[in-house]
């Protein structure tokens, strides 16, 4: 199974002061988890759980797929979905030993108080760096950056990342220039 790049690095990772910004593909994410020691993981629901214009079926299904992947690592005992749109799961599964939250209406990356007290380190995993990147970043986890093919991506979230991109040089600066006294 190939990890993602930095994951391979992980202790540089873990206890890094700073967010860590990470591109992550189709591979498993159990490996890339117990390389970080992520002890929180908040999942973006669109496209990672379900896709923009699935239904509720897809969204409960999405749910238990992850949580079934992420039962091969203890080290995680917090998952959270979150999403900006209002749609919610049916029922929310329980997994022993892993606590589960659904954050709906979240308002990533502006609203933090949901996620306060979670454990870390944690790990923020979406496709959208000016959201889900800026919330990694506010958090002090990982951010785990997703990307689908744009032709994928309906024009709201394909324009969102394609700002995002442009942004994500200067969030994720691996050595940011110090500020200058004025």
Same mark, same amino acid.
């Given at each position: 199974?190939?990890?993602?790049? @930095?994951?391979? @690095? ?5 206890? %890094?002061?700073?967010? /860590? ?7 498993? #994410?159990?490996?890339?988890? &117990?390389?970080?020691?992520?002890? &929180? ?16 079926? /897809? #969204?409960?299904?999405?749910? /238990? ?7 091969? =690592? ?8 979150? =999403? @900006? $749109? %209002?749609?919610?799961? %049916? ?12 954050? &709906? %209406?979240? +308002?990533?990356? #502006?609203? &933090? ?17 000016? =959201? ?9 986890? =990982?951010? #785990?950056?997703? $990307? ?19 942004? +994500? ?5 691996? @050595? ?7």
């Amino acid at each position: 199974m190939k990890l993602c790049r @930095n994951c391979q @690095n992980a202790s540089e990772l873990r206890f %890094s002061v700073s967010a /860590a910004y990470e591109e992550f593909g189709q591979q498993s #994410l159990v490996p890339c988890l &117990t390389a970080l020691a992520a002890k &929180t993981v908040i999942f973006d629901v669109e496209p990672l759980v379900a896709d923009w214009d699935s239904g509720q079926e /897809a #969204l409960d299904r999405g749910i /238990a797929r992850v949580l079934d992947e992420l039962a091969a =690592t203890p080290e995680v005992l917090l998952v959270c979905f979150a =999403t @900006n $749109s %209002s749609r919610q799961p %049916s029922m929310l599964p329980q997994r022993p030993g892993m606590q589960v939250e659904f954050v &709906t %209406s979240a +308002r990533k990356p #502006l609203r &933090t108080v949901p996620y306060r007290d979670f454990p870390r380190p944690g790990v923020v995993i979406g496709d959208q760096v000016l =959201t889900d990147g800026l919330l990694a970043r506010r958090l002090g986890y =990982t951010f #785990l950056h997703y $990307s689908p093919a744009p032709a994928a991506m309906p024009p709201g979230p394909r324009l969102l990342s394609q700002v995002g991109g442009l942004v +994500r040089p200067v969030v994720f600066a691996r @050595n940011p220039r110090p500020r200058r006294a004025r």
